[in-house]
């Protein structure tokens, strides 16, 4: 027998994931041969027909609209952990930004930058993830993505002319925003948003690397919600 549960998984998506459920006949009768033969009640249970059942069951992504055909008590009310908000760095938690900085070849006015971030906000819906570094004045930088994946046109990074090319993924391991720009100084740059499982810390692995191949480093920040 199976039983199924629904977990919003955003993006417009659910996940089903069905659930074997073996009898209480079937769990009674594997305790006593456990008894018996002094293995516990998994070894037994793990060459039987319910085991071989739940290896095969795999979860399913559905729409949001056949959402609307499942019954209320099929579908998990556990709130969702979401991007959305203000968070605050945890420099302690962080990895010296000193190597990237030199990688991306930043001017020494960005650098400094870093000192005077209030916050990274994140918005995070289903059309777009926007993302903003709030440092005060010039030195806020703001990018917007379609969900969709579409690459935009946005300002350099660097502050220096030219224009950067960007666009989002979706992933297992989260929302990874790509970057690119050429000369001056071309660079590649990726970015890796992880949520922790309580919603309450952001992790953001950031990977650059020069177009001429003369330079990659990859660094971790940390974030921790303040609003």
């Known amino acids: 027998m199976q039983l199924t549960s629904f977990h919003r998984m955003g993006f417009g998506e659910y996940m089903l994931q069905p ?4 009898p209480l006949m079937t769990i009674r009768a594997g305790q006593a041969v456990a008894n018996m033969s002094g293995q516990s009640l998994n070894q037994i249970m793990k060459g039987s027909r319910a085991a071989h059942i739940r290896k095969r069951v795999q979860p399913v992504r559905v729409s ?25 760095k945890s420099h302690s938690r962080s990895d010296n930004m ?16 870093e000192r005077f971030l209030k916050y990274l906000e994140l918005e995070h819906t289903d059309g777009h993830f926007r993302r903003t570094f709030n440092a005060g004045g010039f030195l806020n930088i ?11 046109r946005l300002t350099r990074r660097d502050q220096r002319r030219g224009v950067m090319e ?22 590649d740059m990726s970015d890796v948003f992880e949520l922790s499982e309580d919603g309450q810390s952001l992790t953001v692995h950031t990977t650059a690397k020069r ?11 940390v974030f921790t919600r303040f609003q």
């Open 142 to 152: 703001s990018e917007v993505y379609p969900m969709s994946g579409v690459p935009q």
């Open 19 to 22: 659930t074997v459920v073996v």
């Open 98 to 113: 000193d190597e990237l900085y030199e990688v991306a070849q930043l001017p020494w006015v960005l650098r400094k930058g």
């Open 64 to 88: 949001a609209d056949i959402m609307t055909q499942i019954p209320d008590f099929m579908i998990s009310t556990a709130p969702e952990a979401t991007l959305n908000g203000r968070w605050k």
């Open 211 to 221: 177009k001429d191949g003369s330079g990659e480093v990859t660094v971790k920040n």
């Open 166 to 187: 960007g666009r989002l993924k979706k992933t297992p391991a989260g929302i990874v925003t790509e970057v690119s720009w050429g000369d001056p100084h071309g660079l």
